[in-house]
């Protein structure tokens, strides 16, 4: 084991970080952000190309894909984090606090995801300052991942030579390498009714909003078990009040390691409506839309393996762990990419208090640095 060159440089660091933050990048709106990551890998060796998923997502920048030919042995890899951040995420005013990055409180910070970009440039540099060997390195720069994963639906996979890699977005301490993620499927519960005068032949009505509250009143919400959840987000029903109301409709979402407990929620779902509308005379109908798959690796597979020696090597306290939420690395788990995600070491992502330690952020870039110089 070769010992790890821990000469990342930590002002170049945190000067990279903040230029990141400064740029506006707000999901479909990640032109400057992604010009800045193009001309900055291309200076670093890379060959930068950008696709076109821009158009499908109504953006207006698609992924990038950068790749480093290897100069020493071992298999290609990728690394990849999202371009944009969640509003409001403008104008930010990136600063140094105590022993904190942080916004100035107006917006977001955009640590999410700009400290793992910040991470990979530092990385990147490195070994480029010091001629450190590594393998081909494959960069996947996502846009629109905050929009329910978005740009990264429209990424050819098979432009990735890399068999595993690792996405760099999630909160957590530096070495906490997530294994596996939950699938999400959303669905739209729809109950019609029958409308009549209110006050003249209310009898001769079907209540939607009854019916819908009647299937709700039989339906497990929540915490199902320790992998599965389930949560109605909205309810919807327009009307006058002298009028029994024909429609309503719910919308919601069931999250679960396992896709058959999936599967068994949105037969329960059913069978809710279903009673309801038989017992008052409606009809109903669910509409399901998948949102993106569940993964579950084992440790032993070569990107947590790699991730975990890598942790070891620059003494972060390693953890194995699972997320109730999804990332870029459920997709490209689906599509055959070995993939886990490490934890970033920012705190309070999608609030206007988000923030990372600056040993953290160095952290990270000693992680990545790690991760690439392996030579396992
Ligand atoms: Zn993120």
């Given amino acids: 084991m070769t010992s790890i060159p821990r000469h990342i440089t930590r002002q ?12 506006d990048s707000e999901p479909g709106r990640e032109r400057q952000m992604a010009d800045f990551l193009r001309e900055r890998l291309t200076g670093l060796g890379c060959s930068v190309s950008e696709d076109r998923a821009g158009q499908p997502t ?45 916004s100035d409180g107006t917006t977001v910070l955009g640590a999410d995801d700009g400290a793992g970009l910040a991470a990979i440039l530092e990385a990147l540099t490195t070994i480029r300052e010091h001629r450190i060997p590594h393998p081909t390195l494959e960069i996947v720069l996502t846009v629109a991942e905050e929009l329910a994963l978005a740009g990264v639906r429209h990424f050819d996979i098979s432009r990735l030579e890399a068999r595993s890699g690792f996405v760099l977005d999630a909160a957590g301490r530096v070495g906490q390498i997530v294994v596996q993620a939950p699938e999400k499927v959303n669905f739209r519960a729809v109950f019609h009714g029958r409308s009549a005068h209110a006050g003249f032949s209310p009898e001769q009505g079907i209540s939607a909003i009854q019916m819908a509250a009647l299937a709700i009143s039989r339906m497990r919400l929540l915490r199902i078990d320790p ?22 409709e719910l919308s919601g979402e069931i999250r679960s390691l396992d896709p058959a407990k999936v599967r068994a929620q949105l037969e329960a779902i059913e069978r809710a409506m279903e009673s309801a509308a038989t017992e008052l005379g409606g009809s109903t109908e669910l509409r399901v839309t998948e949102r993106y798959p569940a993964y579950q690796l084992a440790e032993e597979t070569k ?42 070491g920012y705190e309070h992502a999608h609030t206007t208090a988000e923030r990372i330690s600056l040993e953290q952020l160095s952290l990270l870039a000693e992680w990545v640095l790690a991760l690439i110089v392996d030579d396992e």
């Fill in 12 to 23: 170049r660091l945190f000067a990279t970080f903040m230029e990141l933050c400064a740029i």
């Fill in 58 to 102: 109504n953006g207006n920048t698609g992924n990038l894909h950068a790749r480093l030919e290897g100069s020493g042995p071992g298999e290609a890899l990728f690394l990849s984090c999202h371009l944009d951040r969640v509003a409001p995420g403008t104008g930010v005013r990136p600063r140094i606090q105590g022993e904190y990055l942080v």
């Fill in 227 to 248: 992998e599965t959840t389930v949560n109605l987000g909205s309810i919807s029903a327009q009307g006058a009040s002298n009028i029994v109301p024909e429609f309503c």
């Fill in 303 to 344: 990107a947590a393996r790699r991730a975990a020696r890598a942790a070891r090597r620059i003494g972060a306290p390693l953890l194995f762990t699972s997320t109730g939420g999804g990332s870029d690395a459920n997709i490209f788990n689906s599509r055959g990419r070995e993939t886990v995600v490490l934890s970033c």
